[in-house]
């Protein structure tokens, strides 16, 4: 059993910063890779940033200069420092863990958090 635990998120102003926090604890081997994807209600869930197991990071151009992602493979853990926020970063942000298992990859997600940006 894997679980995904995350904190952090909540309210801020446009050009504000928030942090989110994600941990993974369980039955875990095989990490590809850690990421974070965001939802706004009525559209699909989209990609945000993943780090690879070897440290490689990747990020959508939405985000690109504005949003770091860092992560402890020993740890299991990932976090998402968002900086300049915008309006149109306002969703419900998850975690996810990607494991790959004779030959098959499995996804594993947090429980979601709020980022709601305003003025």
């Known amino acids: 059993q894997v679980q995904l635990v995350q904190s952090g998120g909540g309210l801020a102003q446009p050009g504000g910063s928030l942090r989110l926090s994600c941990a993974a604890s369980?039955?875990?081997?095989?990490?590809?890779?850690m990421g974070w994807y965001r939802q706004v209600p009525g559209k699909q869930r989209e990609w945000v940033a993943t780090i690879t197991s070897d440290g490689m990071t990747h990020y959508a151009d939405s985000v690109k200069g504005r949003f770091t992602i860092a992560g402890d493979n020993a740890e299991n853990t990932v976090t998402l420092q968002m900086n300049g926020l915008k309006l149109e970063d306002t969703a419900v942000y998850y975690c996810?863990?990607?494991?790959?298992?004779?030959?098959?990859?499995?996804?594993?997600w947090g429980q979601g958090t709020q980022v709601t940006v305003s003025s």
């Open positions: 369980g039955n875990i081997f095989g990490v590809n890779a």
């Open positions: 996810n863990l990607e494991v790959r298992r004779s030959g098959l990859d499995f996804h594993y």
